[in-house]
Structures are given as structure tokens and as C-alpha cells.
T-cell receptor, first 107, second 115 residues
Framework: DAKTTQPTSMDCAEGRAANLPCNHS???????VYWYRQIHSQGPQYIIH???NNETNEMASLIITEDRKSSTLILPHATLRDTAVYYC????????FGTGTRLQVFP | EAGVTQFPSHSVIEKGQTVTLRCDPI?????LYWYRRVMGKEIKFLLH????????ESGMPNNRFLAERTGGTYSTLKVQPAELEDSGVYFC?????????????FGSGTRLTVV
């Protein structure tokens, strides 16, 4: 897997956009960027993935830089239930979880 | 569609005993994965089945762990004999295609406590 680097933790006010950055400078041309999250001790949950174009679904948006060396996950209107650990993963053959970013959404 | 189901949700056993965890993947998903999270550590990959075959078992910690997927449907993960360091949450995931990481659906996990 291409190595990813994420901040250890972030805070976000409820209702505001949460922007979670990820660096993946060693990504190869055909490798996707995946985002998952783990809320408390639940099973990890798939959020979104992308290759080179920006992506949006009902949960989040994914912005990938033109050189594909970094990306940002955007939760447009964070709620308290979005408090979780967010993982940015560039898998080669399987999902390998790093330490992720612990997002705390506060009232 | 029904999600990935794991049971039991919790298990407390004594050191030296045997425990079997079960995972029922989403129907039609040929790929099944086991992961484990030990307290304070990262979620670690254990192994990957494609139907009934072990595609990758590089993450299995030692020979006390045995995973099976007879018939390519549900899977079991047996720990025998259990040790204190086996405590943690064991997650199962499944996917229809092996996209190399994408589209996994995880179960809620089995919390194993070895005392």
C-alpha cells in the first residue's frame, strides 16, 4: 500500500464543514484513494473513494489534487454523530489501516 | 440487503480455552476478510478468503488461529488455546469483487476478552 499521512486529531464545530487532509505522495497512477471511518468501537464504515476526479456522495466529498499526491475528505455539515476516527487508505491488494485522524465534533 | 453478521458480539473466556468466532458475509460476496483490533493498536489485517480458498493469510499471528470458510459461505475463526494477548475486537468484512481494498462492508465485530 502507498503510505498515507494524516493529522492525528482534529476538532470541528457542529454544523460546520470538516476538512480532513491526507498526503499520499507515493501513490501510483492506477491506485485509488479510499476513506473509511470507525465510530467508537463499531466496524469500519466505507465513506467514499476516488481515482483522480473529485467525488461526492450522500456522506461526503473527496477532493483529490491534480498531482494526486494529496486529498481532502469533506463532511459538509458535521454532526455529533460524525465523531470518529477517519482513515485515508491507498490499498494495493487489501485495506491496511493506519492510525487515522480522530475527528471530534463539538456542539 | 442484510449486512455482514458476526457472532457472538461478546465473548469472555479463560486463558487456555477455545473460542470460535463466526462471520456471515453479505450473500453473493465471494471475498471475506478478517481483521483484529487490539486495544490501543491499529486495526490489523488477518486474512482474506476468495470463496473457500485462502488468498492471503499473511496477517495471521500464529498457529493458534485457524480460519475456515467451508462451501464459500460463512467463515469461522478459531483461537485454540486462547492467550491473554488475543483479547481485542475481531472484525469481518466482505466484498463482491476484489478491488484491492474497495467496497468492503464490515460487521459490528466480536469483542473477545481472555482472562
Amino acid at each position: 500500500d502507498a503510505k498515507t499521512t494524516q493529522p492525528t486529531s482534529m476538532d470541528c464545530a457542529e454544523g460546520r464543514a470538516a476538512n480532513l487532509p491526507c498526503n499520499h505522495s507515493t501513490i501510483s497512477g492506477n491506485e485509488y484513494v479510499y476513506w473509511y471511518r470507525q465510530i467508537h468501537s463499531q466496524g469500519p464504515q466505507y465513506i467514499i473513494h476516488g481515482l483522480k476526479n473529485n467525488e461526492t456522495n450522500e456522506m461526503a466529498s473527496l477532493i483529490i489534487t491534480e498531482d494526486r499526491k494529496s486529498s481532502t475528505l469533506i463532511l459538509p455539515h458535521a454532526t455529533l454523530r460524525d465523531t470518529a476516527v477517519y482513515y485515508c487508505i491507498v490499498p494495493r491488494y487489501k485495506l491496511i489501516f493506519g492510525t487515522g485522524t480522530r475527528l471530534q465534533v463539538f456542539p | 440487503e442484510a449486512g455482514v453478521t458476526q457472532f457472538p458480539s461478546h465473548s469472555v473466556i479463560e486463558k487456555g480455552q477455545t473460542v470460535t468466532l463466526r462471520c456471515d458475509p453479505i450473500s453473493g460476496h465471494d471475498n471475506l476478510y478478517w481483521y483484529r483490533r487490539v486495544m490501543g493498536k491499529e486495526i490489523k489485517f488477518l486474512l482474506h478468503f476468495v470463496k473457500e480458498s485462502k488468498q492471503d493469510e499473511s496477517g495471521m499471528p500464529n498457529n493458534r488461529f485457524l480460519a475456515e470458510r467451508t462451501g464459500g459461505t460463512y467463515s469461522t475463526l478459531k483461537v485454540q488455546p486462547a492467550e491473554l494477548e488475543d483479547s481485542g475486537v475481531y472484525f469481518c468484512a466482505s466484498s463482491r469483487y476484489d478491488r484491492g481494498g474497495g467496497g468492503y462492508t464490515f460487521g459490528s465485530g466480536t469483542r473477545l476478552t481472555v482472562v
